[in-house]
């Protein structure tokens, strides 16, 4: 009975603690999309000061060119295509402001530190047009600055529902907005995919959403991109959309083209971990009308839009769910030698970074859309449009971002691709380091590139071992016999099988230079930037035997194999056991 109740109590513990952290994961639900001073009468064309306290005009060069949207107290959400280079470098956003001329007593500023392009951005399409901006600090909110809420996954719009679009831009398509530039609201009804679809063809997605009248007049237009499309809920704002592209501004049947966040948030929270936004779904009543609208090439309605977000696809056939990506994995890899060329996909994530297609630096695929390479290799400002990574069998994938990390020591750099490669014998992603153990003497490799006589790189292979760092020592740091690093071999893995999977053990830098002490380098950890790689790739990506099976012995568990399974408790324990429960949470809790 002493164990039971020792049991509970501690369970009582951890619910106790559970149920703070979850008070304070839904905070940002708290204050987002409650504008304090939001009394207008609906109809004006200029909005009052305070109405949209989320609004954010994004500066470059002096002046503005979109809109945004403040999230959480650190992060803004805008649009991809404002940002085509990637490069934070020159943005600074305005939260609070009302005027372009006037002052803006209620605002502040604040310089980008980070874009991030969504990484299946198209520009040709403008499909997934959505951008998330971190600021170089918080902001604290007043009356003038609060985050809006967005759109949860389940959220339906029906056709007609009234939504409001605010920004900076053009009155008419060519035509600026007029001094003082004060910031302009519009309200526009949705306008259903299906008929967008109509309009517009086969370029509209599901991850798009339309909104503007039939016949014109009202509408988004040039420097408006990036802002917020909000719709109104139990006295709460909600932003649906970001406002994307159209064919010129508030023509007829012409409606304006949003990114539908409701589409995002998962791809929102692998980067926002702290502080999260506020996530709501929109609901609609009544019947959905775009479901009757019908034109040349049009899909037929999908079964399931009768009751959820209408879409344009065909009705979906079952299919089997593709099995999940796995790490570490080398099916080519049959032969291991130092120090020779190395056959084609024995090391299928070892990539070639380059700037106008050629060489600078190697680089692992880390993720199904992201390689890791070292921070030397990029200069402070990078035009996004010159970089690109080689993987596999020639397969040339541009890089839509580059984020460096801030450590003291060396720092690792993650590139975000603007596609996702295609997985397979030759192109495979890399288990990261999160803290395993590397033993002494173990055999480990590092692949790099060569330039032939012709012109043509093959990649090359060194083995080396994992040795004693000596009073060096620490938990980020590893040590391994000397072997020969040349600049272009900068960013490439050290690589060191753990059970059936390849890791990636460090990053090949400048600072891996060799210690006084003979025969050994010194490495920093990939582990010691795990709270770095996290924030950019959200979980690391599991080793076949983690995924489909019990943890390899390189593997650190929690349980005790050699603990005895628990008895069931009798019925009389039972009840106590419940008749305790109450008592015990206040006791602990209240």
């Known amino acids: 009975m002493r164990q039971v109740l020792s049991a509970i109590v501690a369970a009582m513990w951890i619910l106790c603690i559970f149920s703070l952290l979850f008070t304070g994961s839904v905070a940002q639900l708290d204050v987002c999309g409650r504008p304090p001073l939001d009394t207008r009468i609906v109809g004006g064309a200029e909005a009052p000061d305070g109405a949209w306290p989320w609004q954010v005009s994004i500066h470059r060069g002096g002046g503005h060119i979109c809109g945004g949207s403040l999230i959480n107290n650190l992060w803004v959400l805008s649009a991809a295509h404002c940002f085509l280079s990637g490069i934070a470098a020159d943005n600074t956003v305005y939260i609070g402001r009302k005027s372009q001329e006037n002052a803006n007593p209620n605002e502040v500023s604040r310089s980008i530190v980070q874009v991030i392009n969504h990484p299946d951005y198209n520009r040709d399409t403008n499909n997934n047009d959505m951008a998330l901006l971190k600021m170089e600090s918080s902001v604290t909110f007043t009356n003038y600055i609060r985050p809006v809420c967005l759109a949860a996954p389940e959220s339906t719009l029906y056709a007609g529902t009234n939504v409001w679009v605010t920004g900076w831009g053009s009155v008419a398509f060519g035509v600026p907005l007029p001094s003082p530039q004060n910031l302009m609201e519009v309200k526009v009804p949705i306008v259903g995919n299906r008929k967008c679809f109509c309009a517009y063809g086969s370029g509209i997605t599901d991850n798009m959403l339309c909104a503007g009248l039939d016949e014109g007049g009202k509408d988004s237009c040039q420097g408006d991109s990036g802002g917020p499309l909000v719709r109104k809920q139990s006295g709460i704002w909600i932003q649906a959309g970001v406002v994307s592209f159209g064919e010129g501004c508030a023509e007829a049947g012409k409606p304006g083209v949003y990114a539908r966040v409701s589409r995002y948030q998962s791809w929102i929270l692998s980067y926002i971990t702290e502080n999260q936004p506020g996530f709501i779904n929109i609901t609609s009543s009544g ?147 999160d803290g395993r153990t590397f033993a002494q003497g173990k055999t480990c490799y590092v692949a790099a590139y060569s330039q032939g006589a012709t012109g043509e790189q093959t990649q090359q292979e060194t083995q080396t071992s994992i040795m004693s760092c000596g009073n060096a020592s620490s938990s980020d740091t590893l040590c391994t016999g000397v072997f020969t690093l040349q600049q272009g071999d900068l960013g490439g893995p050290l690589m060191c099988k753990l059970g059936s999977s390849w890791f990636q053990a460090v990053v090949l830098s400048n600072s891996s230079s060799p210690q006084t002490r003979e025969a050994v380098m010194s490495f920093t950890k990939v582990s010691a930037f795990k709270e770095f790689l996290s924030s950019r790739l959200g979980t690391f990506l599991s080793p076949a035997a983690t995924a489909t099976s019990a943890p390899s012995s390189n593997s650190t568990s929690n349980s005790t194999s050699s603990s005895p399974a628990p008895s069931a408790l009798s019925p009389s324990l039972l009840l106590a056991s419940h008749l305790l429960l109450p008592l015990l949470w206040l006791l602990l809790c209240g």
């Open 287 to 433: 019947t959905n009308s775009d479901l009757s609208v019908s034109c040349s090439g049009l899909p037929p309605v999908a079964t399931a839009a009768a009751t959820t977000t209408p879409t344009t696809t065909t009705t979906p056939t079952t299919t089997t769910a593709p099995p999940p990506v796995v790490c570490g994995q080398a099916p080519l890899n049959s032969r291991l030698s130092g120090g020779s060329s190395v056959s084609s996909g024995q090391w299928p994530w070892v990539v070639s970074v380059q700037k106008d297609q050629v060489h600078v630096c190697v680089g692992s695929l880390v993720s199904e859309n992201a390689v890791l390479s070292d921070a030397s290799c990029f200069p402070r400002s990078l035009n996004m449009s010159q970089w690109s990574v080689v993987l596999g069998q020639s397969e040339r994938v541009a890089v839509s971002n580059v984020t460096v990390s801030n450590s003291s020591a060396s720092n690792v750099a993650v590139l975000l691709l603007a596609s996702k490669p295609s997985l397979s014998n030759h192109i495979q992603p890399i288990c990261l380091d």
